[in-house]
């Protein structure tokens, strides 16, 4: 996704009104766990899912245009070489043979003039003065990272954030809800955008898969060295703690479906290890106990 190199005024106010939040949280005993390499990548991530239905079709127009005039270029400087015996890049050529024709040079203006207008469009859509989360964009983000939810799973998912009850997600809830899921030791928080978040905030180069390496970068910084090595191989390793297996490239990869598949699984076992999950497995048991001396009574 394409982002503004610099943060608005508005947002730098926010950012620094979060940290000055947090270190007063600090002077009354309260930690805090967001810190300011976290705090701006869950700015990144913010950013990106904003308006995020409309940006990636044009997101991904604009990199499929790219794409198409660096092949472009390649080719023409293949030519320029076979042609002349050497790049033609580094060979004046007078001849007219060597220009490009009317319509390579009409084509050529034609994909500047695409490409500048997706890059305005862009710019008009990450420059709205109020920027926030809609569950169309949820929804797109979704369906982009390869896991397409319903309409209804979509809505329960912007609810469970919106504090304000006006429908969306603005950045004071993002945070809210990022900060909620990471201090929660119960499993009862509702983490099903968070966990889309905290991929996305893993996933630095923004290709759809979570590297190792930045997955380590990121955890280390918040949970420390012995819990980050048993996250990493509850992500990366086979089931029930098998060792890593190195695929693809920064030390192994995960898409999406795999990190929400280790991620739910692993809020269900905190949960049933928290102490309102142990009672409810035993007044559980205690039924099913009582239902078996009844059937055997009878």
């Known amino acids: ?39 701006k990548e869950l700015r990144r991530v913010f950013n990106s899912l904003c308006f995020f239905s409309e940006k990636n079709p044009k997101n991904l127009k604009l990199r499929s245009l790219r794409k198409l005039m660096a092949e472009k270029k390649n080719s023409e400087q293949q030519q320029g070489k076979e042609r002349f015996g050497t790049n033609v890049t580094d060979v004046t050529v007078s001849s007219a043979e060597a220009q490009p024709n009317g319509d390579e040079e ?11 207008q997706l890059e305005n469009d862009l710019h008009a859509l990450q420059s709205r003065p109020d920027p926030i989360i809609r569950a169309q964009d949820v929804a797109a983000a979704l369906k982009n990272l390869g896991k397409p939810c319903t309409k209804r799973e979509v809505l329960d998912m912007v609810w469970e954030v919106d504090e304000k009850l006006d429908g969306v997600i603005d950045w004071e809830e993002f945070v809210l809800m990022f900060e909620r899921n990471i201090r929660d030791r119960t499993g009862l928080e ?6 889309m978040v905290q991929f ?46 190195e695929q693809g490239s920064h030390g192994g990869e995960i898409n999406f479906t795999r990190y929400w598949e280790v991620v739910d699984r692993e809020q269900r076992k ?19 106990d009582v239902g078996k001396k009844l059937k055997r009574g009878t």
């Open 106 to 116: 009409k084509e050529e203006v034609d994909l500047k003039m695409e490409e500048a």
């Open 1 to 39: 996704m394409l982002a503004p190199k610099n943060l608005s005024s508005r947002q730098q106010q926010q950012n620094t009104s979060f940290l000055q939040s947090n270190n007063e949280k600090k002077l009354f005993g309260e930690t805090t766990t967001i810190g300011p390499n976290e705090l």
């Open 190 to 195: 509702p983490a099903r955008f968070y966990h």
């Open 200 to 245: 996305m905030i893993y996933d630095r180069d923004e290709n759809g898969l979570v590297s190792l390496d930045e997955t380590m970068h990121m955890l280390y910084a918040r949970i420390g060295r012995e819990k980050m090595e048993s996250t990493i191989t509850r992500l990366f390793g086979g089931d029930d703690g098998a060792p890593i297996i």
């Open 270 to 288: 905190m949960f049933d290890e928290s102490q309102l999950g142990r009672i409810i497995a035993e007044k559980r048991n205690r039924k099913i």
